[in-house]
Every structure is written in structure tokens, then in C-alpha cells.
């Protein structure tokens, strides 16, 4: 069975600084990957995804992810955070072959400091 | 619609009453998806919709949880004699292809008191 790990639960970043949340999955092939954003009583916003073709995908709001085969990871980043990027992130994972449901991760808490 | 609707954006119930949440997709969206989340945790699936009929409804807590989708469009989840543990933020998702991912709407909050 496929299956999300999201190791940090919560990370701390100074305004401007980058930022790094790790997403590794376990699955047998090459599937769909995702990163959503949950701002604080809001719903899910698709920030990126990933089915084929070039590794580094670039997404809304100044994010970027890459994914790496052979680690099995799709790891987001973003160059320099803002303090409305304080939310919390999930990745998400999708078969190539089926439109069965997405197994989420557990979610990244990010708060931003001044 | 512009966006996945949900109704109501907020319900609390008395334990052991039934409840409704409804969700209205994208148009023309075939999927459609129900997840719930509890206060701290990542999101659960209940049931998906690929147009009136549902594949998979494995993540159906108990048989006190219903889903239905007719018409292709609107999907009711009903949930019969609501225990505390219940209480969680139901979220509705539609999609055009796999590929796209979901289009989530701002969820249900449903407290049982």
C-alpha cells in the first residue's frame, strides 16, 4: 500500500529565509505528487504537482519541488519565506493508474518569525 | 460553480442526532471525494465518486455514514446518530483527471456536543 512520510511535524524559519519541508513516499511506481497549503481555517490549496517530465516543478507562490526517484522523495522548497506563508503543508500522493483517492501525509506546521 | 461549495461551513449537533453535509463540485468535475479532519490530524478519506457511483468507500468509519451523488453534481454525506468523536472538519474535493489533483472546498465544521 502507498504511503506518505512527512518527517517534520513543525518547523520554525525566519521571514526571509528558505525554507525545506520533506516528503518521502512508499509506492511501487512512479506516481502522482502533490503539495497542498491549509491556511488557518481555510481548505486546501494545490501549491504543485508532479506526473512526469522534468523533476523540478515550479508552483504558485514562489514554491518549488523536486522530485528524486531514487530517493523516493518530492521535497518543497522556497528561496525566501514570507510571514503569510505560515500555514500548514501537506503532501499528497496519487496512482498513475487509477482515479483512486490520495493518500495524504500527516502535514508540516510552519510558523514564520519576524 | 468557480469553486467547490460546501453547506454549512459550520453545524453543531446533539449526540445522537443525524446530519447532513452537502457538497457541490466544480462543474463538470466526474470526481469526487470526501475527507475528514480532526483538530491536529492529516486528512482521512471516507468515500470517492467517479460520477454517481462510488468505487471506494472503504474509509467509511461505520455504517452510520452514508454518501450519495446523484446527478453526477451534488453529493450529501449523512452521518446517523452522531457520537463526539464525530466531530471533525469534513472536507469535499472534486477533480477533472488524475493528473490535476483535487480542487478542495473550505470544509464543514461539525461539533458534537
Known amino acids: 500500500a502507498q504511503s506518505v512520510t512527512q518527517p517534520d511535524i513543525h518547523i520554525t524559519v525566519s521571514e526571509g529565509a528558505s525554507l525545506e519541508l520533506r516528503c518521502n513516499y512508499s509506492?511501487?511506481?512512479?506516481?502522482?505528487l502533490f503539495w497542498y497549503v491549509q491556511s488557518p481555517g481555510q481548505g486546501l490549496q494545490l501549491l504543485l504537482k508532479?506526473?512526469?517530465?522534468?523533476?523540478l516543478v515550479q508552483g504558485i507562490k514562489g514554491f518549488e519541488a523536486e522530485f528524486k526517484r531514487s530517493q523516493s522523495s518530492f521535497n518543497l522548497r522556497k528561496p525566501s519565506v514570507h510571514w503569510s506563508d505560515a500555514a500548514e503543508y501537506f503532501c499528497?500522493?496519487?496512482?498513475?493508474?487509477?482515479?483512486?483517492?490520495?493518500?495524504f501525509g500527516a502535514g508540516t506546521q510552519v510558523v514564520v518569525t519576524p | 460553480g468557480a469553486g467547490v461549495s460546501q453547506s454549512p461551513s459550520n453545524k453543531v449537533t446533539e449526540k445522537g442526532k443525524d446530519v447532513e453535509l452537502r457538497c457541490d463540485p466544480i462543474?463538470?468535475?466526474?470526481?469526487l471525494y470526501w475527507y475528514r479532519q480532526s483538530l491536529g490530524q492529516g486528512l482521512e478519506f471516507l468515500i470517492y465518486?467517479?460520477?454517481?457511483?462510488?468505487?471506494?468507500k472503504s474509509g467509511l468509519p461505520s455504517d452510520r455514514f452514508s454518501a450519495e451523488r446523484t446527478g453526477g453534481s451534488v453529493s450529501t454525506l449523512t452521518i446517523q446518530r452522531t457520537q463526539q468523536e464525530d466531530s471533525a472538519v469534513y472536507l469535499c474535493?472534486?477533480?477533472?483527471?488524475?493528473?490535476?489533483?483535487?480542487?478542495f472546498g473550505s470544509g464543514t465544521r461539525l461539533t458534537v456536543v
Open positions: 465518486f467517479q460520477g454517481n457511483s462510488a468505487p471506494d
Open positions: 474535493a472534486s477533480s477533472l483527471a488524475r493528473s490535476d489533483g483535487y480542487t
Open positions: 508532479y506526473f512526469s517530465g522534468d523533476t
Open positions: 462543474s463538470g468535475h466526474t470526481a
Open positions: 509506492y511501487g511506481a512512479t506516481p502522482y
Open positions: 499528497a500522493v496519487g496512482e498513475t493508474d487509477s482515479w483512486g483517492k490520495l493518500q
